[in-house]
Nanobody
Framework: QVQLAESGGDSVQSGGSLKLSCVVS????????LGWFRQVPGVERELGAI?????????SYAESVKGRFTISKDYAKNTLFLQMNSLTPEDSAIYSC????????????????WGQGTQVTVSS
């Protein structure tokens, strides 16, 4: 059974930092592309990954987070990370990790497996 479990969400002040984690089980971690998506409650989820990392470690970022967020993964721990710096209230959302075999495509529709999400709240 494939499972993706996020953690690390919290409430922080504007300018602060958080590091999200996503433990992946039930699939060959090294063979999948992984991404982080976010959704504001009551609003449709952003169509594209805000950050993605390919099976070989190539990273991709949405313009809205480039230079502030860093995606990484630990093969030994089957864990995906998202380091978020210089957070603003506009970053407040539920953050979800997802896995895809369609590497290089970062649309939500390309991702077959999803976690439940973790809440990030940034206050001004």
């Amino acid at each position: 059974q494939v499972q993706l479990a996020e953690s690390g969400g919290d409430s922080v002040q504007s300018g602060g930092s958080l590091k999200l984690s996503c433990v992946v089980s039930g699939l060959p971690f090294g063979d999948y592309c992984l991404g982080w998506f976010r959704q504001v409650p009551g609003v449709e989820r952003e169509l594209g990954a805000i950050a993605g990392i390919s099976d070989i470690g190539t990273t991709s970022y949405a313009e809205s987070v480039k230079g502030r967020f860093t995606i990484s993964k630990d093969y030994a721990k089957n864990t995906l990370f998202l380091q978020m710096n210089s957070l603003t209230p506009e970053d407040s959302a539920i953050y979800s990790c997802a896995a895809s075999q369609a590497c290089g495509r970062w649309s939500a529709s390309d991702f077959a497996y999803w976690g439940q999400g973790t809440q990030v709240t940034v206050s001004s």
